[in-house]
């Protein structure tokens, strides 16, 4: 697939967004993901990454896309692949996280827009504003009086 200039801002602006819950997926044991892709459980990862998100996103944002892929051999760690979707409002981004041992990566295979604009940039700013719309913020609660 041919990159675009726009490509890797956008995939910065997906990193930021998801990195709580990478943390969140990198807990789950990898024999876990392993056995899970290899029977062809995707419900069971699709479980996961909704619990993983469901703290730093609103309901249905991040999920699972087609499913994933376990990369194991004697000669190297683990990794694991999963097909995600980001579904913030007016935008789709489908993409793949990749975690191994040491760090995860993502690939933006395709950003869909609702009312895509003619401008790229443009559009890219609208994607970063609308992931922020679809974040659950934590709040300060109310001062008591004591």
């Known amino acids: 697939m041919d990159r675009q200039a726009y490509s890797e801002a956008r995939e910065v602006i997906?990193?930021?967004?998801i990195e709580n819950v990478v943390a969140e997926l990198r807990m789950i044991d990898v024999a876990d993901y392993v056995a899970y892709i290899k029977l062809e459980r995707f419900a069971n990862i699709?479980?996961?990454?909704?619990?993983?998100a469901e703290l730093y996103f609103m309901p249905g944002t991040l999920r699972l896309g087609h499913g994933g892929e376990a990369q194991i051999c004697w000669a190297t760690p683990p990794k694991i692949v999963l097909d995600l979707e980001l579904h913030p409002r007016g935008a789709t981004i489908y993409f793949t996280l990749a975690l191994s041992d040491k760090h995860a990566e993502i690939d933006v295979n395709y950003v869909s827009f609702d009312e895509p604009g003619s401008d790229p940039h443009a559009n890219t700013s609208f994607l970063e504003a609308a992931i922020a719309d679809a974040?659950?913020?934590?709040?300060?609660?109310?001062?008591y009086l004591e």
């Open 135 to 143: 974040r659950i913020r934590k709040t300060q609660a109310a001062g």
């Open 46 to 52: 699709s479980d996961l990454v909704a619990s993983a």
């Open 14 to 17: 997906v990193a930021k967004a």
